[in-house]
């Protein structure tokens, strides 16, 4: 497949890569050599997705030169970088984010306009790229922005599924899941490099053999293998000429599989039999904190990786580099345990390929990785069966099983006697079944060891991996989640942004602290009425937006209070479901007057996976009683409900510039950190939420004034928890919420059928894992405490403008200041 490579002098290279001259002129001439060239249609006889696809070729032009540089820089100079390990990445659309970083909007938005053609029609053409499930994929996104951004070198490494997370539709209020055909139209932001392919083997079996020095190794013998062919995103730092890579895997079948299987004799057979290896990175697990131990999911697991650690180890350095040195070069970030495979397979390359001793393989090993962790929930931590682990990569487990044994010896030395401890620690479980514990083998192997907010590193520590701590507390840390300021403010909400540089110039967009700029003038009266307006004029765009897109027809006077993440019984949907059904109650009984009620918009935006039945059940609630309140002439201008299917980063961008209030009511301890909080706050909605993940953090910023607490607070949540915690005596005592529950028993939203939303009522009134009905009560004391400030215009203006000013530390180059100065170490290139 390697063609040879030609070598020129690099001022030969930077030559040929000059970038089209940024002026209208300069881009129209590229964007119609694109059209006619790249596409090959007139303009004449160009459709949308023609133009948009030469838009697209034709901003990346811009981007090129510098993007070859610092490949070839990162080549050339020993400079340190980082391996950013991520089954998924959230993208979201490149288009708009490359307009940005290029400074390119004004230019092509006239050069389109002398071509006839409008900038925002081409705009809505790209399909996001949906590689991933939620906070997770979209924190890696966000990160390898901000790295961009702050020219640290960086690889992103993941795989190119060919269909992302599911489009989600509703069918009678309930999901319905589509493949997401993002690559369908044509995929411009992707450079596919076959010739860096990797081969990437699976299963057979380990020998022992004597090597020609006289040791004793041990080889594997794969039982089959595909190739990984690489395919290059650009990302493009803000205005400073850095464009780092994200290297995406997609799996093909290799020639001698064909080979293998064409000989066997049926052609046809045989040909379906390579859509066996493509499978691998054919689709996203659309599973969000809840692993499935799936075999496929594995394979794609160890896939990406292995193919990351070649591509690093062996094509960006030499063949020959002195992999002693390989810390000085590179670090590479665990992003959960999805990528944890990892640490064997560098073993195995060290060890197996490189033939260094195992104890010089672990010291470099341990210096090349650290680890985040992003949950609390114990189902969340993946563990592999080690009767599949060992099938699918029997020379990792048995180097796992070595590097397990090596540390319990050193557990068992500290702590003579206590095999419980070491049954605790162990990296290898035996209950309920024998198993892997991914999290433990990052914990053993990395050098640091992080949480995402404060509180979430800190239950870390106490709850989910204490023992490890207390053995080695100093390799852990935490380091808070951050949203990237240029896609969440600047792009996503450019008329905040124009009054924000109006008042304080534009530095704030590489240095969100500079929003502290903005703090005195929350207290002038024509600034409060300015950021009036834009709230106004970003629920306007809201409310066209989702006309064209779902025909929903919203009102846009009403506070907009908005819950958008995952659907998850952690996240608690179900409480805020009880609160509008309170709401609905009140008038529909009489106790309220519609006139006392202070008019709101409630928007829903939510997936649940596939196999998650009690989320679905959730979905189809939410929509039930959304109809059940638009439907009812007693409500219209009061209360309204609206879901609007397939949540995404794009609807996001929309969404949250318009909202008033963020809903971010997980039950103490359960949410890591979250990212949306920080999104809405930063767009200047105020929070109502728990004393939960990076909300702690939040409240202590923008000031307790400007933020509504309520609920139990994690201990207090362990108390109840420990005392035996009984939701149905919270129904009995208290009538509004008995109400409520009772209303959604008796068929209110379910044409009178009791059956329908039994199981939702059941689960909660039973079980309520998460403690919902313990929450109500305060709940709806908050939720009060909101319509009383949202009477206040000007008061609540001016808490917002505060979330604004407050919130600068949240952005993810702080992050990545944090990572590294803590854990990675790495310098900025000039
Ligand atoms: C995921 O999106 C998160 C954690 C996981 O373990 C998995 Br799997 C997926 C989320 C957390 O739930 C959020 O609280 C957090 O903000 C986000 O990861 C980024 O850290």
Redesign the pocket.
């Known amino acids: 497949v390697k063609g040879p490579r030609s070598v020129p002098t690099h001022e030969r290279a930077l030559e040929a890569v000059r970038a089209p001259a940024a002026d209208v002129d300069g881009f129209v001439r590229e964007f119609l050599r694109e059209l006619n060239f790249g596409q090959g249609v007139s303009l004449a006889r160009a459709t949308v997705n023609d133009q948009y696809l030469a838009l697209a070729r034709t901003v990346r032009h811009y981007l090129m030169a510098r993007w070859l540089e610092a490949i070839a820089h990162q080549r050339r100079e020993p400079v340190k970088a980082v391996g950013y390990l991520s089954a998924?990445y959230l993208l979201g659309r490149q288009l708009d984010n490359a307009l940005l970083a290029a400074d390119l909007e004004g230019v092509v938005t006239d050069g389109l306009a002398q071509c006839g053609l409008s900038l925002d029609t081409l705009r809505e053409q790209e399909e996001e790229p949906g590689l991933?499930?939620?906070?997770?994929?979209?924190?890696a996104a966000c990160f390898i922005d901000s790295l961009a951004t702050l020219s640290v070198p960086c690889i992103g490494y993941g795989i190119r599924y060919e269909y992302g997370i599911f489009r989600q539709t509703f069918v009678d209020g309930r999901q319905v899941e589509q493949p997401d055909t993002w690559l369908a139209l044509g995929s411009p932001w992707e450079f596919p490099h076959p010739e860096s392919s990797q081969p990437v083997n699976f299963a057979g079996h380990t020998e022992t053999f004597v090597d020609d020095d006289g040791s004793e190794r041990t080889r594997w013998v794969p039982e089959w293998g595909v190739i990984g062919v690489p395919y290059n995103y650009m990302v493009p730092g803000y205005r400073n000429g850095r464009v780092n890579t994200l290297r995406l895997w997609s799996a093909q079948a290799t020639k001698a599989f064909d080979l293998s299987i064409f000989n066997g004799g049926d052609y046809v057979d045989a040909v379906r039999a390579q859509t066996f290896a493509e499978n691998i990175s054919k689709v996203l697990y659309p599973?969000?904190?809840?692993?499935q131990g799936k075999e496929l999911r594995l394979q794609q697991q160890y896939f990406f990786v292995a193919c990351s650690l070649a591509d690093f180890m062996f094509e960006v350095l030499d063949k020959d580099f002195d992999l002693t040195r390989l810390p000085e070069r590179i670090v590479f970030q665990l992003n959960?345990?999805?990528p944890v495979i990892a640490v064997p397979e560098m073993m195995r390359l060290l060890v197996d390929v490189k033939k260094l001793p195992w104890d010089q393989a672990w010291e470099i090993t341990r210096q090349c990785f650290n680890y985040?962790?992003?949950?609390l929930?114990p189902e969340?931590?993946e563990v592999w069966p080690v009767d599949l682990l060992r099938r699918l990569l029997p020379r990792h487990y048995e180097i796992i099983d070595r590097i397990n044994a090596e540390f319990l010896a050193d557990v068992r030395a500290r702590f003579p006697g206590d095999e419980m401890m070491v049954r605790r620690m162990s990296i290898i479980s035996d209950y309920p079944e024998r198993g892997v514990r991914m999290a433990h083998l990052a914990t053993v192997a990395s050098g640091r060891v992080n949480g995402?907010?404060e509180l979430?590193s800190q239950l870390l520590r106490d709850k989910v991996l204490p023992d490890f701590s207390r053995i080695w507390p100093e390799k852990f840390t935490n380091v808070t989640?951050g949203v990237t300021p240029r896609r969440f403010l600047r792009h996503a909400n450019p008329s905040l942004s124009g009054l924000i540089t109006e008042a304080i110039g534009d530095g704030w967009v590489t240095d969100l602290d500079k929003l502290q700029e903005l703090e005195p003038l929350a207290g002038d009266a024509s600034f409060r009425a300015r950021f009036r307006e834009v709230k106004r004029a970003n629920k306007s765009r809201l409310v066209n937006l989702l006309r064209e897109r779902d025909g929903y027809e919203l009102p846009v006077e009403p506070m907009l209070d908005v819950m958008v993440k995952?659907l998850?019984e952690y996240k608690r949907q179900s409480l805020k479901l009880l609160h509008i059904v309170t709401l609905y109650d009140r008038i529909a009984s009489g106790r309220v007057a519609a006139s006392q009620i202070q008019p709101r918009t409630f928007v829903f935006g939510a997936k649940a996976a596939p196999g998650y039945w009690m989320a679905k059940e959730t979905i189809h609630l939410i929509n039930a009683v959304a109809s059940t309140v638009n439907s009812d002439p007693a409500l219209e201008g009061v209360l309204h409900v609206a879901f609007p299917a397939n949540y995404n980063v794009t609807l996001a961008e929309t969404l949250i510039p318009a909202a008033d209030l963020s809903e971010q009511i997980?039950l103490a301890g359960k949410?890591?950190?979250?990212?949306?909080n920080m999104k809405f706050a930063l767009n200047g909605a105020l929070t109502i939420g728990t004393d939960d993940?990076?909300n702690v953090e939040i409240r202590r910023l923008v000031g307790e004034d400007n933020f509504f607490l309520f609920g139990l607070l994690e201990p207090e949540v362990a108390d109840l928890s420990a005392q035996g915690y009984v939701p149905s005596s919270f129904y009995e005592s208290d009538d509004e919420l008995k109400r409520a529950l009772d209303l959604i028993a008796a068929g209110a939203f379910s044409g009178g059928n009791p059956d329908t939303f039994a199981p939702v009522v059941s689960n909660l009134l039973h079980e309520d894992r998460f403690m919902a009905l313990a929450d109500y009560r305060a709940y709806l004391d908050a939720q009060a405490r909101v319509d009383a400030a949202y009477a206040d215009q000007d008061a609540w203006s001016r808490s917002a403008i505060l979330n604004v000013a407050r919130c600068g530390f949240f952005s993810s180059d702080r992050s990545m200041r944090d990572y590294i100065d803590r854990i990675w170490h790495t310098d900025p290139v000039s």
């Open positions: 998924e991933g499930n939620g906070g997770l994929g979209r924190l599973e969000d904190s809840t692993p959960d345990t999805h985040t962790c992003h949950t929930l969340a931590l995402v907010a979430h989640n995952r998850h997980s949410e890591a950190s979250g990212t949306g993940g990076a």
